[in-house]
């Protein structure tokens, strides 16, 4: 069975940084593509960095420039690498990953906050 399992969220300054692993229990480059959302307290879900098997990677435009998704293949481990951290980015982050079916993490709580 497909586990995702995420982790590095925490609390940090506003202008701080973290980075967030998602790591599978099988090869990820199965995977046709994989993610990272965000969900903040009383708003929806938030697409927020997609990576490809090919490499490809697309960013939302409330993060382009601040953060980053990678992956290693070797490690079947997916980053996200949030820089200059805002208030507004205080959330739920889950990991997801596109196979036959699409698989979630649990998700890991980043608070923004002096």
């Known amino acids: 069975q497909v586990q995702l399992v995420e982790s590095g969220g925490g609390l940090v300054q506003p202008g701080g940084s973290l980075r967030l692993s998602c790591t599978a229990s099988v090869n990820i480059f199965l995977f046709t593509a994989m993610g990272w959302y965000r969900q903040a307290p009383g708003k929806q879900r938030e697409l927020v960095a997609t990576?490809?098997?090919?490499?490809?990677?697309n960013h939302a435009d409330s993060v382009k420039g601040r953060f980053a998704i990678s992956r290693d293949i070797v490690k079947n481990t997916m980053y996200l690498q949030m820089n200059t951290l805002k208030p507004e980015d205080t959330a739920v982050y889950s990991c997801?990953?596109?196979?036959?079916?699409?698989?979630w993490g649990k998700g890991t709580l980043v608070t923004v906050s002096s």
């Open positions: 990576i490809t098997n090919t490499g490809y990677t």
């Open positions: 997801t990953a596109n196979g036959s079916v699409d698989y």
